[in-house]
């Protein structure tokens, strides 16, 4: 064998040796919203049963699905709290952070920026003033802080664009992203571009797909159809989550906005393609 081709079997058998399926995989609870609140026992064990170990929950519903939640194995791992809280409620941050903490959450996220509180590079540097200023309190309280990106955040401002501005105002100590893939592709960006940009500042992401022919837009106004499974669109899942591995994502919640039936149906479609992945 001549030197290449054996430095070539090593590499292959290395890389093949490390690749291996995504062990824990979460579910955004926003995707069964519409199931959730009728019944949400059967339908936190439904999920359960699926094979998802980790959960990302809206304070919206919180108090409604916490008792069912606790008769399962589901670990409830990420809290999207109002964005009102963020944007227009800055008070009331102590009390929902006090609030997260004490149901075992790790983080908290600002899941959304309305339209009318949108705007350009000077908007988004006071926008990372008031994260920085809910992430010390975060810390304080021993949880971490995540801002959770849409489309208009890919929006070009200077050399970069909108999110660019955030993430270097916003203070990499107090601030973490959550990459939701799909709304990075409909901003006409690349999710491994974001990951390999933004190393170790990635903590949570969200897994799902856009299907093909959906134009690039810096807003939220796809068709409801739009929105597909992990496996099923535009974005090529195993290299994402390569990178995602390389850039220290620490938790992974598949999450299907709008679905074409049940939505327990799309979470399991989902599960079944990632985790047949080697990553």
């Not at 149901?103 to 008031?130: Q, S």
């Amino acid at each position: 064998m001549q030197r290449r081709d054996f430095l070539a079997l090593a590499a292959a058998s290395a890389a093949l040796s490390y690749a291996r399926p995504l062990k824990v995989i979460g579910a955004q609870l926003y995707t069964v919203r519409g199931i959730l609140p009728k019944e949400p026992l059967e339908t936190l064990r439904a999920i359960e049963k699926i094979g998802y170990r980790e959960v990302e929950v809206t304070a919206d519903n919180m108090d409604l699905i916490w008792p069912s939640l606790k008769q399962t194995s589901l670990k409830p791992v990420s809290l999207h709290l109002p964005t009102s809280v963020f944007m227009k409620d800055q008070d009331k941050i102590p009390a929902a952070l006090e609030k997260a903490k004490n149901h075992g959450f790790e983080y908290v996220v600002c899941p959304y920026i309305a339209p009318a509180d949108r705007g350009g590079a000077d908007v988004m540097r006071k926008l990372a003033d008031t994260l920085n200023k809910a992430g010390e309190l975060a810390r304080k309280a021993g949880l971490h802080l995540c801002y959770h990106n849409h489309a208009f955040e890919f929006e070009p401002s200077g050399d970069g664009t909108l999110l660019d501005v955030l993430m270097k105002a916003a203070d990499p100590k107090l601030v973490s992203l959550e990459l939701d893939i799909m709304w990075v592709k409909v901003g006409g960006g690349d999710p491994v571009n974001v990951l390999k940009q933004y190393r170790n500042r990635v903590a949570l992401m969200h897994l799902k797909n856009v299907v093909e022919g959906t134009e690039k837009r810096y807003k939220e106004d796809i068709p409801r159809t739009a929105f597909s499974e992990v496996g099923k669109g535009m974005i090529e899942i195993l290299p994402v989550l390569r990178a995602a591995a390389k850039a220290g994502v620490k938790h992974y919640f598949v999450e299907q906005d709008q679905t074409p039936g049940n939505p327990l149906d799309s979470l399991r479609e989902s599960f079944d393609y990632i985790s047949k992945l080697d990553v």
